[in-house]
């Protein structure tokens, strides 16, 4: 039978956190407040770097661009969460889900190689230092961020393009808050096995591969001023840890959500929001309170407000 005429399900129901009244609304003011301070600190991140001339450098303009993803990927999930908690009626259009799995996916694998580039932009700077301009010029940040967008549009398309064709002809209840692919694979109303195998192995072995790809090049690094400068070693772990911190925030829940083989709602729902709202904050702060030049980029940025508004 043809599977377009089994799709009939026009929307997904999401199951959603908890039907407590306070924990909805401890929910939602967790969410808010996080949600907002990492617009705010993102788009700070981005204002400073593009006013600065100081910080037009490819350390910056990666991190620049590590603040858009952040921003539009907790923008994804959050504002439609946060919509949903009160509602008894939690749903989402099908082509709604589609979009949602499309930009989680695209935005996902465009930071994962953002994020690779931002060790190797490290190694360079700290392992080759008369090199770094030569080798992390503008025309390599552009191709890099051309590469990264163009590997994460294909890592989303690809996997989408198996499930969109799929025949959905019954269940619609997702016990999550917001659509993924192992979730929406499971309501088709057909045989998935090995599909849910693909996805889950794609995205587990993406995830688990670039997470030791980045562990494994910082520890290179350290090796390698280790055996130049002993003294240096301590300022490369300064810079480092900033880094390894953020990916393992931001590996942590995909490597859970992909590739454990013991699912459980409650823990996948837990790491889900804190990958939703509270990795995109962390970010800028791990970032930018390590930063002396981007602190004081951002209290330039802040005086300058201040005195265009009294001016006004």
């Given at each position: 039978?043809?599977?377009?005429?089994?799709?009939?399900?026009?929307?997904?129901?999401?199951?959603?956190?908890?039907?407590?009244w306070?924990?909805?609304?401890?929910?939602?003011?967790?969410s808010?407040?996080?949600?907002?301070?990492?617009?705010?600190?993102?788009?700070?991140?981005?204002?400073?770097?593009?006013?600065?001339?100081?910080?037009?450098?490819?350390?910056?303009?990666?991190?620049?661009?590590?603040?858009?993803?952040?921003?539009?990927?907790?923008?994804?999930?959050?504002?439609?969460?946060?919509?949903?908690?009160?509602?008894?009626?939690?749903?989402?259009?099908?082509?709604?889900?589609?979009?949602?799995?499309?930009?989680?996916?695209?935005?996902?694998?465009?930071?994962?190689?953002?994020?690779?580039?931002?060790?190797?932009?490290?190694?360079?700077?700290?392992?080759?230092?008369?090199?770094?301009?030569?080798?992390m010029?503008?025309?390599?940040?552009?191709?890099?961020?051309?590469?990264?967008?163009?590997?994460?549009?294909i890592?989303s398309?690809?996997q989408?393009?198996?499930?969109?064709?799929?025949?959905?002809?019954?269940?619609?209840?997702?016990d999550?808050?917001?659509?993924?692919?192992?979730?929406?694979?499971?309501?088709?109303?057909?045989?998935?096995?090995?599909?849910?195998f693909?996805?889950?192995?794609?995205s587990?072995?993406?995830?688990?591969g670039?997470?030791?790809?980045?562990?494994?090049?910082?520890?290179f690094?350290?090796?390698?001023?280790?055996?130049?400068?002993s003294?240096?070693?301590?300022?490369?772990?300064?810079?480092?840890?900033?880094?390894?911190?953020?990916?393992?925030?931001?590996?942590?829940?995909l490597?859970?959500?992909?590739?454990w083989?013991?699912?459980?709602?409650?823990?996948?729902?837990?790491?889900a929001?804190?990958?939703a709202?509270?990795?995109?904050?962390?970010?800028?702060?791990?970032?930018?309170?390590?930063?002396?030049?981007m602190?004081?980029a951002?209290?330039?940025?802040?005086?300058?407000?201040?005195?265009?508004?009294?001016?006004?």
């Amino acid at each position: 039978m043809d599977g377009a005429n089994l799709s009939v399900v026009s929307e997904f129901v999401f199951l959603g956190f908890s039907n407590s009244w306070e924990i909805q609304l401890l929910l939602f003011l967790f969410s808010f407040v996080f949600y907002l301070a990492s617009l705010m600190g993102n788009f700070l991140i981005l204002f400073s770097v593009t006013s600065d001339s100081n910080l037009h450098s490819p350390m910056y303009i990666l991190l620049a661009k590590l603040s858009f993803l952040d921003l539009g990927g907790c923008s994804t999930v959050a504002p439609k969460m946060m919509y949903d908690i009160f509602r008894k009626h939690k749903a989402i259009s099908f082509g709604g889900c589609i979009a949602q799995i499309f930009f989680i996916h695209a935005i996902g694998g465009t930071e994962m190689v953002l994020l690779i580039a931002m060790a190797f932009d490290r190694y360079v700077a700290i392992c080759k230092p008369l090199h770094y301009l030569t080798i992390m010029s503008p025309r390599m940040c552009i191709i890099i961020l051309v590469v990264a967008w163009i590997l994460g549009l294909i890592h989303s398309v690809a996997q989408l393009a198996f499930v969109v064709d799929l025949p959905f002809c019954g269940p619609n209840v997702l016990d999550s808050f917001y659509c993924d692919l192992p979730q929406l694979i499971r309501l088709a109303c057909t045989k998935t096995d090995s599909l849910e195998f693909m996805v889950t192995a794609n995205s587990g072995f993406i995830s688990v591969g670039s997470f030791f790809i980045l562990i494994i090049s910082y520890i290179f690094i350290l090796v390698t001023v280790r055996k130049h400068s002993s003294g240096g070693l301590s300022k490369a772990l300064s810079t480092l840890s900033a880094h390894v911190t953020v990916v393992i925030l931001f590996f942590g829940p995909l490597i859970f959500f992909y590739t454990w083989p013991f699912p459980s709602s409650h823990v996948d729902k837990f790491l889900a929001i804190l990958d939703a709202v509270l990795t995109p904050f962390l970010n800028p702060m791990i970032y930018t309170f390590r930063n002396k030049e981007m602190k004081a980029a951002m209290r330039k940025l802040f005086y300058q407000l201040v005195g265009y508004r009294k001016m006004s």
